[in-house]
């Protein structure tokens, strides 16, 4: 079974994901590891506003969901940080967050082999952390480990556009993380994930 955590840039998936790992040992935690795409795209110098580019850098993103997804379906019970789910949502909504005119349809036609593909891959259950914008501002800050250059962009573009998408959800259970500390998110994220062990 494959459980994935879902939400904004520094919601605190990735510290959830690390108290998984510690406190509960029924679920492998495969985290989010794109370093191998990223470097992919900048040696062959691709532009994800360019339609054409786009595509290509969204097959290696799909190509490299899959080989994760293969890898955490090894597993009884597995849970993403950020996982098949994601690359679906940002390849079919990014565009749209920029305010660009591609036909969305065209992107499921032109990627469609990879598309169907990360289907096998998908969560059976999805953990939607989130918070106010106060403080995903705030934990973002504080957070000095990374630079988060997308992040501006993220909270006010493709946010609002991925709740909408996730609340049609059937499979996806929201938490808001407002006023909770890291373990206390930690431990409803684990008893979530103990539910469908």
Request: with cysteine.
């Amino acid at each position: 079974m494959i459980l994935s955590l879902q939400g904004c840039m520094a919601v605190g998936k990735t510290t959830v994901a690390r108290y998984l790992e510690q406190h509960c040992q029924q679920v492998q935690v495969c985290f989010e590891d794109n370093a191998a795409v990223l470097a992919e795209i900048k040696r062959r110098g691709l532009n994800k506003n360019c339609y054409a580019d786009y595509l290509e850098i969204q097959r290696l993103f799909l190509r490299n969901e899959l080989r994760r997804g293969q890898k955490a379906k090894k597993y009884p019970h597995a849970v993403m940080d950020f996982g098949a789910e994601e690359i679906e949502f940002y390849t079919l909504n990014y565009p749209k967050s920029r305010g660009l005119e591609w036909e969305i349809e065209a992107i499921r036609q032109a990627l469609a082999p990879e598309l169907a593909a990360v289907q096998a891959c998908m969560p059976e259950h999805i953990l939607f952390l989130d918070a106010s914008e106060s403080v995903l501002r705030a934990r973002k800050a504080g957070d000095t480990t990374r630079s988060r250059e997308f992040f501006a962009y993220y909270l006010n573009r493709l946010l609002p556009l991925k709740r909408e998408w996730f609340r049609e959800k059937k499979n996806v259970t929201f938490l808001s993380t407002d006023g909770l500390t890291a373990r206390q998110v930690g431990e409803k994220a684990k008893q979530w994930c103990e539910q469908y062990i």
